[in-house]
C-alpha cells in the first residue's frame, strides 16, 4: 500500500492526529472593570461613582491580551544585577525586561502611586484602590515600588524640608527608570530599607549606624548610614525610607541613590534575592558604606515615623491579594463555562458548582472589606472611620493575604492538569499567594498589633462593634456570632496565645457583616452558612446545601463572547 492509498487525500505522512476540541480558552480582550459586578456595585457604593468611566477604560486595557503580555513578560525575564561596569567601576544597576517599565508607565501614569495625595476629593482611595486591584490582575510585582512610593508620602510630610523637596516630584505622573539623580528627573520612586538579618519584623534590633556629620547637605542635617539590609525592595528606586540607630535612638532617614553632588551615594548592592514569587520586582541585600541620608521626623522616634506609612503598604497588600482572588477565580470560571467532563459543562456540575460559587464570595467578601477600609482613609477626619483603619487594616491584611494562597491552589485545581503548566497564569498566581502574608509584618504580627491597638486605644473596639450593628438583625447566625465575639474580646486571658483565633473572627464579622448590608442575597446567605456555621470555613467547596450557587456563579463568572 502506498502513502495515497494509507491516508487521506491530501494529508500523505503528515495526517491529523486529532482534532483540538474540548479545550479552555484565553481569558483576554475584556474589561477587568466591568465583568466585576461586585467591583463595579462597592466602587459606586463606597463614594467613587466619578471613577466609573475612567476605571472602565482602565479595565479594558488591563484585561486586553497586550497587556496581560506584558505581565507574562516581566516573570518570565527577571531583573539582572550589574554591581560594576566593565571598566570596574562601582555602578550597582538592575536591569529590568521592556515590559516591566510598561507596566511601571502605565501604573505611575494611572497615578496608582500618588492619585490620593496629588488630587484629594471625596473617593480618591476608593478609585485609587480600584485601579490598584485591576492592575494586580495583569501583575503583582511591579506595584510592589508603587506602593512603596504611595506610602512614603505620609512619612515625608512629617518633615517639611524633605516633603517641599521631594514630594512634588514623587507625587509626578512621570516614570524616569534612568541611573541618575533625582535632580536631573521630573519623576520619582521611594523605596525601603527597614529590616535587618538579625532582626526580621524586630526593627528595634536593628545594627545600622547613623552618624552626624555636622553639615547641612541638601534638604536637612546629614548623617552617613553604616550597616546592612537583609531587604531592600526595589533598589533601583531613587531614594529609600530606611531605619537606623542615630544617637538618639531608632531614627527614620531618607537615603538618595545619587549625592545631590552629583556621585554615587554608597548604597551597595551584594545580591538580588532568589524569591519563589514576584519574580518581575528586585529585591536585594545592600551595604550602606557611609550612605549619605537625612532625618524623617523626629530622633529616636523612627517607628511612630513609619507608623502611616505601613499603615498604607498593609492596605495595598489587602487590594493586591483581592485582586490576585479575583483573577484566580476569573479563570476557574471561564473554564467552567467552557469545559465539559462526563456529559456536561462543569459550571453545570453540582459538585465543581460548589466550588466555583465558594471561590467567588471569598473574592467577593475580600473586596468588600477592602472597599470599606478605603472608604475610610478617604474619611480619616471622622473619629469612626479613622479608628476603623487603625484598627481594620491589621485585621483585612492578615485574614485576606492568608485567604489567598489556598485560594489560589483550589481555582487552579479547578483547572486540572493543565493549570500546573508554566505556560498557565496559575503558577505565577500561587507563587504570587503567599508574598503579601509575609512583606509588611507576617500573620503574626498583624495579630499582635490588633491587640496592641485594642490595648493602647480600648475605644476602636466600640468602633469596631458598632459597624458591625449595621448588619445586626438581618441575619441570626451573625448576630450570635458577635455576641460570642463580643464575649471573648473583652476575656483578656491568654488573649495573646488565641490571638489568631480572634482576629479571624473578628475578619468574618465584618465581611458577613458587609454582604449581608451591601452584596446579592445569594452571596450573604451562602457566605453565613459557610463560614459562621460551624464556627468558620472548611475547604473550598464546602457550601452547605439550600445555597443558591447558580447565582453565586452566574454574578462572578466573566463573559467574552
Known amino acids: 500500500m502506498n502513502a495515497a492509498e494509507r491516508w487521506p487525500a491530501g494529508q500523505g505522512a503528515l495526517a491529523d492526529t486529532h482534532e483540538v476540541f474540548n479545550v479552555g480558552t484565553e481569558l483576554a480582550d475584556l474589561d477587568l472593570y466591568r465583568q466585576d459586578a461586585a467591583l463595579v456595585e462597592g466602587v459606586q457604593r463606597e463614594g467613587a461613582a466619578w471613577a466609573d468611566e475612567a476605571l472602565s477604560a482602565f479595565g479594558r486595557r488591563a484585561g486586553s491580551a497586550e497587556t496581560l503580555e506584558l505581565g507574562a513578560l516581566a516573570n518570565q525575564h527577571p531583573p539582572q544585577l550589574e554591581t560594576h561596569d566593565r571598566f570596574g567601576r562601582r555602578i550597582d544597576l538592575v536591569k529590568f525586561h521592556p515590559a516591566y517599565h510598561q507596566l511601571m508607565t502605565t501604573a505611575i501614569g494611572q497615578g496608582l502611586h500618588a492619585s490620593p495625595w496629588s488630587e484629594p476629593k471625596p473617593g480618591a482611595h476608593v478609585a485609587r484602590a480600584a485601579h490598584f486591584y485591576l492592575q494586580t490582575q495583569v501583575e503583582a510585582g511591579h506595584l510592589c515600588p508603587v506602593t512603596m512610593t504611595f506610602a512614603s508620602v505620609p512619612a515625608l510630610m512629617t518633615t517639611p524640608s524633605l516633603a517641599s523637596t521631594w514630594v512634588p516630584k514623587i507625587l509626578s505622573r512621570r516614570y524616569d527608570p534612568r541611573n541618575v539623580g533625582d535632580g536631573q528627573k521630573d ?37 552617613e548610614l553604616v550597616g546592612h539590609k537583609y531587604f531592600v525592595s526595589a533598589p533601583m528606586c531613587d531614594a529609600f525610607l530606611v531605619l537606623a540607630q542615630a544617637p538618639g535612638g531608632l531614627s527614620c532617614f531618607l537615603l538618595p541613590r545619587w549625592r545631590p553632588d552629583g556621585t554615587k551615594n554608597p548604597l551597595q548592592l551584594v545580591r538580588l534575592k532568589k524569591k519563589m514569587g514576584n519574580a518581575s520586582n528586585a529585591s536585594s541585600e545592600t551595604e550602606l558604606r557611609g550612605a549619605l541620608a537625612w532625618m524623617v521626623g523626629e530622633e529616636g522616634r523612627g517607628v511612630r515615623t513609619i507608623i502611616e506609612m505601613v499603615s498604607m503598604t498593609r492596605f495595598d497588600c489587602m487590594i493586591g491579594s483581592s485582586g490576585g482572588q479575583r483573577a ?98 496559575f503558577p505565577r498566581l500561587y507563587r504570587e499567594a503567599p508574598v503579601n502574608a509575609i512583606w509588611e509584618g507576617s500573620g503574626n504580627v498583624q495579630c499582635l498589633d490588633v491587640l496592641r491597638a485594642l490595648q493602647k486605644s480600648p475605644e476602636v473596639l466600640d468602633v469596631f462593634f458598632a459597624e458591625l450593628a449595621k448588619g445586626r438583625g438581618a441575619d441570626n447566625r451573625l448576630d450570635r456570632w458577635v455576641v460570642e465575639l463580643q464575649r471573648d474580646l473583652r476575656d483578656g486571658d491568654e488573649v495573646e496565645f488565641r490571638a489568631r483565633g480572634l482576629v479571624d473572627r473578628m475578619a468574618l464579622a465584618l465581611q458577613a457583616s458587609l454582604l449581608r448590608q451591601h452584596a446579592p442575597a445569594a452571596v450573604a446567605d451562602a457566605f453565613s452558612a459557610s463560614r459562621l456555621d460551624g464556627g468558620g470555613h472548611r475547604q473550598y467547596g464546602t457550601l452547605p446545601r439550600g445555597v443558591d450557587s447558580a447565582a453565586i456563579v452566574r454574578r462572578a463568572t466573566p463573559v467574552v463572547d
Open 328 to 425: 484566580a477565580a476569573a479563570l476557574a470560571l471561564h473554564h467552567g463555562r467552557h469545559r465539559s467532563a462526563f456529559g456536561r459543562l462543569l459550571h453545570e456540575q453540582p459538585l465543581m458548582r460548589n466550588v466555583l460559587a465558594d471561590l467567588a464570595i471569598e473574592g467577593e467578601a475580600s473586596l468588600a472589606l477592602t472597599l470599606r477600609i478605603a472608604r475610610a482613609l478617604d474619611q480619616r477626619s471622622d473619629p469612626h472611620e479613622d479608628a476603623l483603619v487603625r484598627l481594620v487594616t491589621a485585621v483585612g491584611k492578615y485574614w485576606i493575604c492568608k485567604r489567598t494562597a489556598a485560594h489560589a491552589a483550589e481555582a487552579m485545581e479547578c483547572i486540572g492538569g493543565s493549570g500546573v503548566m508554566e505556560d498557565s497564569p
Open 187 to 223: 519623576g520619582l520612586t521611594i523605596g525601603m530599607a527597614m529590616t535587618e538579618k538579625q532582626g526580621g519584623s524586630d526593627v528595634r534590633a536593628n545594627t545600622t549606624r547613623a552618624h552626624p556629620t555636622g553639615a547641612a547637605t541638601g534638604p536637612g542635617a546629614a548623617y
